[in-house]
């Protein structure tokens, strides 16, 4: 069955510096999200993406994130200056273009120290 | 927002026993989903019932629900040990799905 995918399952990085998240979506999906989950609390929408473009993005999605999808395959999601609040599990999310079914990756764990 | 709001937060029951979960929204939608986490994994996708639909099942999943009320439920029967998870619902218009906080589910064996 296929899976999204994400690498690296667990990245560690130091306040201030650059992080890139990748995610392998559905490969005939179209529509592409990020999410993130702070340890203990919800679920939160950051972005949405779609014919190589946002399509909606949530007030956290601020000038510190964007969003590629550099190739047929990959949908990344980068944070240019990392801060400690930053510490989250994000998650990738994929799905067609007929079905609202989302399905998600298994999750990045970044902390930032 | 389209955030949905999951009721009870905790839910302990026994094995065998079924399991009701609500979920309260204020905005119109196209449709409403349930989602399943386990812990320190991704959601994984339940049941979809559109706005024109008040009742689907799936297997041991049934859904209902409200629009004039903004309201679902989601009733899981003959609850098993493996049913053991976080439970949320996404209320959903556009391209944006916002989660709420969900009810935690525990079966007892």
């Known amino acids: 069955e296929p899976e999204v995918t994400q690498t690296p399952s667990h990245q560690v990085t130091q306040m201030g510096q650059e992080v890139i998240l990748r995610c392998v979506p559905i490969?005939?999906?179209?529509?592409f999200y990020w999410y993130r989950q702070i340890l203990g609390q919800k679920v939160e929408f950051l972005v949405s993406?779609?014919?190589?473009?946002?399509?909606?993005k949530s007030e956290i999605f601020d000038d510190q994130f964007s969003v590629e999808r550099p190739d047929g395959s990959n949908f990344t999601l980068k944070i240019r200056s990392t801060k400690l609040e930053d510490s989250a599990m994000y998650f990738c999310?994929?799905?067609?273009?007929?079905?609202?079914?989302?399905?998600f990756g298994p999750g990045t764990r970044l902390t930032v120290t | 927002s389209q955030q949905g709001e999951e009721d009870p937060q905790a839910l302990s029951i026994q094995e065998g026993e079924n399991a009701t979960m609500n979920c309260s929204y204020k905005?119109?939608?196209?449709?409403l989903q349930w989602y399943r986490q386990n812990s320190g994994r991704g959601l994984v996708h339940l049941i979809l019932i559109r706005s024109n639909e008040r009742e689907k099942h799936s297997g041991r999943l049934r859904v209902t629900l409200d629009t004039s009320k903004k309201s679902s439920s989601l009733l899981i029967t003959a609850s098993r040990a493996a049913d053991t998870a976080s439970y949320f619902c996404a209320p959903n218009t556009g391209n944006q799905f916002y989660f709420g906080t969900g009810t935690s589910l525990t079966v007892i064996p």
């Open positions: 490969s005939n999906h179209l529509y």
């Open positions: 905005t119109s939608i196209n449709n």
């Open positions: 993406f779609y014919n190589n473009e946002i399509s909606e």
């Open positions: 999310a994929s799905r067609g273009l007929s079905s609202y079914e989302q399905y």
